[in-house]
């Protein structure tokens, strides 16, 4: 859509052409099913071994460790399922937090109805976990088989865990570590030597990638039941045919992002702050989502507007050209359904609305500078719609 200005790359980043390229180059060679056994599907087996280990690389894991699936909540859904169903009559125990991904928190209810115990840790209000509430936690409940989810960075307000102490908590009292690192791969070093989780989701799409992949690394002897049953691919975790053409486009998109990530990421951070100021100097009593965390994903900026229709505002950004969201891609677009601003107890009256900006690695500087104006004038008419 070239008349759009594009903000919602925390719902999905386009295509880059880069990938797209990556992508046609291999279509005569790698376009078969790399289980066959003739020079075709050899050669699509070859394309999707090399993708594997370009990512495996990129996150400091073996080859054999990184499992392609269709995406974020198949790999989200795999971890936690899969851990849970081959321990569950040992009664495992499941620890997670309140603003996980739908994927994570809906997978690990699930667990709790066969069987699991699960804990949901607070935040605070700004989306922060307190290890120390993981340490109470697990300390006070030892001796049984723990896996802890605690996503890397959020996709509604962008709060970055304390991921290397929370996996060190996690591992000194024996828990496994699942990391749904969907929203900071390739943006964030995400390495075993910085951090050593044991189980890592990504997708592809949310870093210029193609719709309809995703991986879960997984450290050699995790033990997970597979979800789905079929073939030998993927070694049973995800079976079915596989999509080498798809792990090209991946791979690309990861390679791309850690080259320019010591580029990109000052500008993102320089852009984000810039929106911030701006639009905290002209829209009064606005409030920036997570803007006291600690660590911020530089890419993203979520900010409240109370006494102001959502619905107005939204249809007012869209009529201008602007793509923005009201939050996760996955919520309705009222506030109301946000679990995270719930958890973080912000959001709660009516008439709050929010906006989600999210950058990618076109965004420019006046992309940003346009984009302000329009949150200024469509707050102007939503409040004004509001308090008709
Ligand atoms: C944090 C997070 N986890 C998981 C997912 C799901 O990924 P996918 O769309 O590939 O299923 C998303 C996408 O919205 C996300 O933002």
Known sequence: MDNMIYLDHAASSPLRPEVWQAMADVVDTAGFNAASMHACGRNAQETLEQARADIATAVGALRGEVFFTAGGTASNNVAILGFARRRLAEKPLLVTTAIEHKAVLQAAHQAAREGADLEILPVDEHGQVDPGSLDAVLSADRGRPTLVSIMWA??????????????????????????????????????????????????????????????????????????????????????????????????????MCVSERDSH??????????????????????????????????????????????????????????????????????????????????????????????????????????????VIAAVARSRAAFAN
């Not at 997708?203 to 002897?221: E, Q």
């Not at 906006?355 to 690695?361: A, D, H, I, K, Q």
């Open 265 to 374: 990421i000052p500008h993102f951070v320089a852009m984000r702050n810039a929106l911030e100021r701006r639009l905290c100097a002209d829209i009064p009593s606005i409030v920036v989502h997570a803007g006291g965390a600690t660590r911020r994903l530089p890419n993203l900026l979520s900010v409240g507007i109370p006494g102001s229709d959502q619905a107005t505002l939204l249809v007012a950004l869209d009529m201008a050209g602007v793509a923005v969201s009201s939050g996760s891609a996955c919520s309705s677009g009222s506030t109301s359904g946000s679990h995270v601003l719930r958890a973080m107890g912000v959001g709660k009256e009516e008439d709050y609305s929010v906006v989600r900006l999210s950058f990618g690695p076109d965004t420019s500087d006046e992309d940003v500078r346009i984009a302000g104006d329009a």
């Open 154 to 255: 959020n996709n509604e307000v962008g709060t970055i865990q304390q991921i290397p102490e929370l996996v060190e908590i996690a591992h000194r009292y024996g828990a496994l570590f699942h990391s749904d690192a969907v929203q900071g791969f390739g943006k964030l070093d995400m390495r075993r030597e910085t951090a050593p989780v044991d189980l890592l989701t990504a997708t592809a799409h949310k870093l210029g990638g193609p719709v309809g992949i995703g991986l879960l690394v997984c450290r050699r002897g995790t033990g997970l039941e597979p979800l789905i049953y079929g073939g030998t691919q993927e070694r049973g975790v995800w079976p079915g045919t596989q999509n080498p053409i798809g792990a090209v486009g991946f791979g690309k998109a990861v390679q």
